[in-house]
């Protein structure tokens, strides 16, 4: 099954039918398609042996079929007909998928096309299920190398506009057996990556774009960085866990601030996506049981990046502010008590540049977690003051900033807690009282 001979000694080569042959040669492709299916019934394939049917198919696809002097309408014949074979029953090495992997580089894209069409035929969760006994005793390695090699060529196919316009049902279908997947062995080196691959290759502004599939391609990528998807009992996490979900708010934050360059973008879209990645760190939160936790604080830092880093003519910007602090004021109902507010606190002064935004952050999330404070014990008001003095951390080289801005957006609540958190360094009570007047004054 060869699409081109050579002609004489030389490198010559010509194609073995013309164009106007197709219809003939596809019949004949149809009966070598038809005799290896009978093979591969009666020989079913070892997991990932060299020398099954549909092993040694592929590797002929990729060192003869594919070679880009095979003419365009060869290779469309062999595509179409080479799909009908029982992919279900192949098992593809490390090796195949990288292979798959550099064929969206090639700028035959037909080779691609093919690709996407026989990937959501594979059996995938028996190749994952298997992968793990039959490799990882000699390589530790190769089901993170598997997991990502899936994860990656799942972005790529989303992100083609012709082969999602064509087969969009068959690679959603497969998107959504991935998402059941555990991601736990994708380490956080393969994650970046690919991470990075995604945002070379995307249009930015798909991102405030509801059912693009950009936003399909986020939500995987938030599961392979183990952010679930609703909220959950407790459930171990790998080691490169945080690293990850860190990697993908940064990734999404990235791309929202590119749209913020363009005037000519609405911008009610900003806030569905925003309030989207905020409530993927709530739910990661509440599901944790730790919600104060570093992790959850550096997650916070880089979702308040929409205000450091937005593009200072942009007319978006007061919508990002105005649309972060919405979303802190409203929490998840799923859970009986606010879980952001104290590590929003932290986050605010740890990375916000700017005080009026600080301030105005601090006074949502102080807002937030006095709001929803259920009737209890005498000293229950006392104890959540405690919290919040324990966490606010005020620059202290930019205090005076810090109350003007304060008093410009009327945040009272930050204005408390800074003179409360003021007073265990006064000498005397005339200090104190001080304290007071001088706010009240300003």
């Known amino acids: 099954m060869t699409p081109i ?3 004489d000694n030389t ?3 010509q194609p073995c039918w013309n164009d106007v042959d197709s219809g003939i040669a596809s019949d ?6 038809t005799c290896i299916k009978s093979l591969q019934n009666r020989y079913p394939s070892l997991s990932f042996s060299p020398d099954d049917a549909m092993s040694r198919l592929w590797n002929h696809y990729k060192s003869y079929l594919s070679q880009s002097i095979v003419p365009g309408y060869i290779l469309t014949v062999f595509n179409t007909r080479l799909v009908e074979l029982p992919w279900e029953l192949f098992f593809p090495t490390q090796h195949v998928l990288t292979q798959m992997i550099e064929m969206e580089a090639d700028s035959i894209e037909e080779k691609f096309i093919f690709i996407s069409r026989i990937l959501p035929q594979i059996n995938w969760s028996a190749v994952v299920e298997k992968y793990g006994s039959h490799f990882a005793p000699t390589d530790p390695n190769a089901p993170s190398d598997l997991i990502g090699s ?5 972005i790529m196919m989303l992100s083609k506009k012709r082969i999602m316009e064509c087969q969009d049902n068959l690679i959603l279908e497969l998107v959504e057996k991935v998402l059941s997947f555990s991601w736990s062995s994708l380490s956080a080196s393969a994650y970046t990556q690919i991470i990075q691959w995604q945002e070379d290759h995307c249009n930015p502004y798909m991102i405030l774009e509801e059912k693009s599939c950009l936003r399909i391609a986020i939500k995987l990528l938030r599961v392979a960085s ?3 998807l609703k909220i959950t009992s407790q459930q171990e996490e790998s080691e490169g866990a945080a690293e990850k979900r860190s990697c993908c708010v940064r990734f999404e934050v990235s791309l929202i601030l590119r749209c913020t360059k363009r005037s000519d973008i609405s911008l009610d879209l900003y806030s569905v996506s925003i309030r989207d990645l905020y409530r993927t760190i709530e739910v990661a939160a509440i599901s944790d049981g730790r919600p104060a936790s570093p992790d959850t604080v550096t997650l916070l830092s880089e979702f308040l990046n929409l205000l450091n880093n937005s593009h200072p003519d942009s007319t978006a910007t007061p919508t990002i502010l105005q649309t972060v602090l919405q979303s802190i004021l409203s929490p998840h109902p799923g859970s009986s008590r606010p879980v952001l507010p104290l590590p929003t606190l932290s986050a605010a002064c740890r990375s916000l540049a700017s005080m009026s935004h600080m301030t105005a952050v601090i006074e949502s999330a102080l807002t937030t977690h006095f709001h929803y404070l259920q009737p209890g014990p005498a000293d229950q008001m006392s104890r959540m003051w405690s919290e919040v003095l324990a966490t606010i951390e005020i620059p202290t080289l930019s205090i005076d900033e810090f109350v003007t801005s304060s008093l410009s957006n009327r945040a009272l609540l930050t204005l408390h807690a800074h003179a409360t958190k003021q007073l ?3 000498e005397s009570l005339v200090v104190e009282y001080g304290i007071f007047t001088q706010r009240s004054e300003e």
Do not use: A, D, R, S
Not at 28 to 33: A, D, Q, R, Y
């Open 5 to 7: 001979k050579q002609t």
């Open 11 to 13: 490198m010559n080569f």
């Open 28 to 33: 004949l492709i149809g009966h070598f398609v």
């Open 150 to 154: 899936l994860l990656l060529l799942n």
């Open 226 to 228: 183990e952010f679930p």
């Open 424 to 426: 265990p360094l006064c």
